[in-house]
């Protein structure tokens, strides 16, 4: 299986090292702009060889676009107009609605399956790329229906190869869904970076920074040039996961202004229902992940 992947980040590297690994790919092919993370990415092993755009999407089985969401809405019109009819082609956007928008009336709509593996670290570049990021992840396959059924099924058997478990939505679904479970979180921890950082005895407090501050903060170190275009491509439906955090951001300054020990104590009690929603969803998974391996094994 020939696979040309386009952008040698975090998210494309890793699918590299995973699809070598896993022996799904026979030929990787790798499409950057950067002549630094080209190098790298051979350097690495990641990829076999650079080509640029035009030719590597010629004559492969899969193309994978793994760059930020606006070069995306940019590059996949590009990539259907090239590939050959047989070839499928996936995207690992965080945003879905707007890139399948612009590409709805292409001739070859039904080549594309539009994809969000659920998955990442705060760092970027080849040198972040790694085994196992993906594995018992979720992928969301988005407007399945529209894709070609031998493109779906080859995208659906490359994503599972590679450790992930599927989820279908349609793109405005999975947008919504995101802004809660992963745009929220990453806008959440730049805003509590910026208010630290606005602290004047900021130095005192980052020497007295636990384990706890760390990891809420640590989505803030993401690049800001991944992370830009996906909050302006979501930006309605962030700003809405926004105004409901600022909410209950209100509410528990509200339990403190006000002295209210009581609604302080509701609130977070409340809040640690949370234990429960996540147990039983993680069980669930665990259920999913059975029957979805008893499916691929017939």
């Given at each position: 299986?020939?696979?040309?992947?386009?952008?040698?980040?975090l998210i494309?590297?890793?699918?590299?090292?995973?699809?070598?690994?896993t022996?799904f790919?026979?030929?990787?092919i790798?499409?950057?702009?950067?002549?630094?993370?080209c190098?790298k990415a051979?350097q690495?092993?990641?990829?076999?060889?650079?080509k640029?755009?035009?030719q590597?999407?010629?004559?492969v089985d899969?193309v994978l676009?793994a760059v930020?969401?606006?070069?995306?809405?940019?590059?996949?019109?590009?990539?259907?107009d090239?590939?050959?009819?047989?070839?499928s082609?996936?995207?690992?956007?965080?945003?879905?609605?707007?890139?399948?928008?612009?590409v709805d009336?292409h001739?070859?709509r039904?080549?594309?399956?539009?994809?969000h593996?659920?998955?990442?670290t705060?760092?970027?570049g080849?040198?972040?790329?790694?085994?196992?990021?993906f594995?018992?992840?979720?992928?969301i396959?988005?407007?399945?229906?529209?894709a070609?059924?031998?493109?779906?099924a080859?995208i659906?058997?490359?994503?599972h190869t590679?450790?992930?478990?599927?989820?279908?939505?349609?793109?405005?679904?999975q947008?919504h869904?995101?802004?809660?479970?992963s745009?929220?979180?990453?806008a959440t921890?730049?805003?509590?970076?910026?208010?630290?950082l606005?602290?004047?005895?900021?130095h005192i407090i980052?020497?007295?920074?636990?384990?706890?501050?760390q990891?809420?903060?640590?989505l803030?170190?993401s690049s800001?040039e991944?992370?830009g275009?996906?909050?302006?491509?979501?930006?309605?439906y962030?700003v809405?996961s926004?105004e409901?955090?600022?909410?209950h951001?209100?509410?528990?300054?509200?339990s403190?202004?006000?002295?209210?020990?009581e609604?302080?104590?509701?609130l977070m009690?409340?809040?640690?229902?949370?234990?429960?929603?996540?147990?039983?969803?993680?069980?669930?998974l665990v259920?999913?992940q059975?029957?979805?391996?008893?499916?691929?094994?017939?």
């Amino acid at each position: 299986m020939i696979v040309t992947i386009i952008g040698l980040g975090l998210i494309g590297g890793s699918i590299a090292v995973d699809l070598r690994k896993t022996g799904f790919a026979t030929e990787l092919i790798g499409v950057d702009n950067s002549e630094k993370h080209c190098e790298k990415a051979l350097q690495l092993g990641l990829v076999d060889q650079i080509k640029p755009l035009q030719q590597a999407v010629k004559g492969v089985d899969i193309v994978l676009v793994a760059v930020p969401v606006d070069k995306i809405a940019v590059v996949l019109p590009e990539v259907l107009d090239l590939i050959d009819p047989s070839t499928s082609v996936t995207d690992v956007g965080s945003t879905k609605h707007v890139i399948c928008q612009g590409v709805d009336n292409h001739p070859r709509r039904g080549n594309y399956v539009p994809a969000h593996p659920m998955s990442g670290t705060e760092n970027s570049g080849p040198e972040a790329a790694m085994e196992g990021l993906f594995k018992e992840k979720i992928c969301i396959i988005c407007d399945q229906e529209q894709a070609k059924p031998q493109h779906l099924a080859l995208i659906e058997k490359m994503y599972h190869t590679i450790g992930l478990d599927l989820a279908y939505m349609t793109s405005d679904e999975q947008d919504h869904s995101t802004a809660h479970v992963s745009h929220l979180p990453h806008a959440t921890s730049f805003a509590l970076a910026n208010a630290v950082l606005d602290v004047n005895d900021r130095h005192i407090i980052f020497d007295l920074a636990s384990g706890g501050f760390q990891s809420t903060v640590r989505l803030a170190k993401s690049s800001p040039e991944m992370w830009g275009p996906i909050f302006m491509q979501n930006k309605n439906y962030v700003v809405e996961s926004l105004e409901l955090y600022i909410k209950h951001l209100e509410d528990f300054k509200h339990s403190l202004e006000s002295d209210d020990d009581e609604k302080l104590m509701e609130l977070m009690r409340n809040a640690n229902r949370i234990r429960e929603v996540l147990d039983g969803e993680s069980q669930e998974l665990v259920r999913l992940q059975s029957t979805t391996t008893k499916l691929y094994r017939k």
